[in-house]
């Protein structure tokens, strides 16, 4: 058995005292230096605080600090030798337009490097922050602080969005070497729709996709947002989405009553999903004006080239040219439709361009398929043509009682625009409740056209209490004033 050692306990029991000691004389130091060092962090970041908040509040506190003085030197120094270097590469490159156009490729390089450094001199110039109300008033400077001051805000569309693009796409674009186009114009001022404002989270949805990738597949969003008002759309900077196994079209000998192949639609967002369905009108496809257009053997091919009794709103295109015999050569047909109209006015040598949109399903496709020329228009927008150039305006299923009497007048002047002296307005099977046909018939009178057929018959479908309306109209030559 091993000796206990007094001694050696003792020794032990005064080297633990001695350890626990310095740990507390080393503690205290720590603690100090922890104070320290946590008090220096403090005023450090309320340096760094103070330095961000300054550079957060931008140009506006810049203006008025109590250096502005020296900023405004400043920014007034870079504004001029922007303007110097600006002037000198204009000089340049107003010596190399006047040397000889048959010199070297090198020239001309050098020319459009110098238009590039050019363009982005301007940038940079036009980047620059504007200092305001600091106008000198008998003799002072008239300061405010940056937090009482008023905020201006800017009247540049591209600041009320957030996504880069259309930012980027509002923005006036200045013509390149600061000189007006063959338009007469200084820049290029892209437009989109005044209910692109409201419709803010939309349109920025729209946007958000990669330069020069594919686009998203949001054709109906697009159609969303033309519909209610964000119209035109901004262009974008993606490859549109095409059906992944395209085939080629039939010939137009083929195409015009024939459905098109199924491969050539894009079929997301839609009920049915094939020409075939569409054709059946076996399910509710969602485009209930038009639920038989692709059935064009049985619903189709009778259209405006017979009529089913006598005692009907339809008028045969035959009668309707005869009017104006030789006269009616291109037009537009702004109904919901797969383009029948086209088609049977093309056998008569007319050529008609079809307006509409895809309620439901694909009509532009279907039309173009079929050798016809679409337009992917709503009626919210101006017509894409200029005054007193068509021959024939030509409506049916979408002017109908539901539309506004205030747009409709602004529809019906802005078809009068187009439509040339002796042109004719084709309404066709036009209806709305008895209650409201005075009314819309104001409407049409108001055009002051020389009327060619009038007829007025009841909607059966709706127990006598609805019409159909529909009447050629040519209109009068007016003088100038």
């Not at 922890?34 to 103070?50: E, V």
């Not at 922050?129 to 008998?138: A, D, I, L, M, R």
């Not at 007193?388 to 078809?415: A, E, K, Q, S």
């Not at 084709?426 to 009327?451: G, H, N, P, Q, V």
Request: with cysteine; charged share 25%; glycine share 6%.
């Amino acid at each position: 058995m091993k000796p206990f050692d007094i001694l050696g306990l003792e020794d032990t029991v005064m080297s633990k005292q001695n350890v626990t000691a310095k740990l507390r004389i080393w503690r205290g130091v720590y603690c100090s230096i922890i104070t320290l060092g946590a008090l220096a962090f403090l005023l450090s970041f309320a340096s760094l605080s103070r330095f961000s908040f300054k550079s957060l509040l931008g140009n506006e506190v810049l203006c008025t600090h109590v250096n502005h003085e020296a900023a405004t030197g400043i920014q007034n120094e870079a504004g001029r030798t922007l303007e110097i270097v600006i002037q000198k590469i204009q000089q340049e490159l107003d010596s190399l337009k006047d040397a000889d156009p048959s010199s070297s490729a090198s020239r001309l390089d050098h020319g459009a490097f110098l238009a590039d450094i050019l363009g982005l001199l301007e940038s940079v110039q036009a980047s620059l922050p504007q200092c305001e109300g600091n106008e000198q008033q008998n003799g002072a400077n008239i300061t405010a602080h940056p937090l009482v001051k008023a905020k201006i805000q800017s009247d540049e569309p591209a600041n009320f969005f957030l996504r880069e693009e259309i930012r980027k796409y509002v923005r006036i674009k200045l013509n390149r070497l600061g000189k007006q186009n063959f338009m007469g114009a200084n820049g290029t001022f892209t437009s989109i729709g005044h209910a692109c404002f409201t419709m803010k989270e939309e349109l920025e949805e729209y946007m958000d996709y990669d330069i020069g990738e594919m686009c998203n597949d949001d054709w109906r969003l697009a159609q969303k947002l033309m519909v209610h008002g964000c119209d035109p759309l901004p262009r974008r900077r993606c490859f549109a989405r095409a059906p992944k196994l395209y085939s080629s079209p039939y010939p137009i000998d083929e195409s015009m009553w024939k459905l098109p192949d199924d491969r050539n639609v894009r079929w997301s967002h839609y009920r049915c999903k094939n020409f075939a369905c569409l054709g059946s009108n076996a399910t509710r496809k969602g485009f209930f004006k038009c639920a038989d257009c692709f059935n064009l053997t049985d619903h189709e091919m009778p259209r405006w080239v017979k009529l089913d009794s006598d005692d009907t709103a339809d008028f045969l295109i035959s009668d309707v040219l005869d009017i104006k015999p030789g006269e009616i050569r291109i037009g537009l047909d702004f109904s919901v439709g797969t383009g029948t109209f086209a088609a049977r006015m093309r056998e008569f040598n007319v050529t008609i361009v079809s307006a509409t949109i895809n309620l439901g399903a694909p009509f532009n496709e279907m039309i173009a398929l079929r050798g016809l020329v679409p337009l992917y228009l709503t009626i919210n927008q101006r017509l894409p043509f200029f005054d007193n150039t068509l021959d024939l305006i030509h409506t049916t299923r979408f002017l109908d009682g539901w539309i506004d009497l205030v747009l409709l007048d602004f529809v019906l002047y802005d078809w009068d625009r187009v439509l040339r002296p002796g042109g004719l307005l084709w309404i066709d099977s036009f209806f709305c409740s008895k209650e409201d046909l005075d009314y819309y018939l104001e409407s049409f009178k108001m055009l002051r056209y020389k009327k060619h057929k009038w007829v007025i018959v009841p909607k059966l479908d709706k127990d006598d209490k609805e019409v159909f309306f529909s009447a050629v109209l040519e209109k009068q030559p007016r003088p100038f004033r």
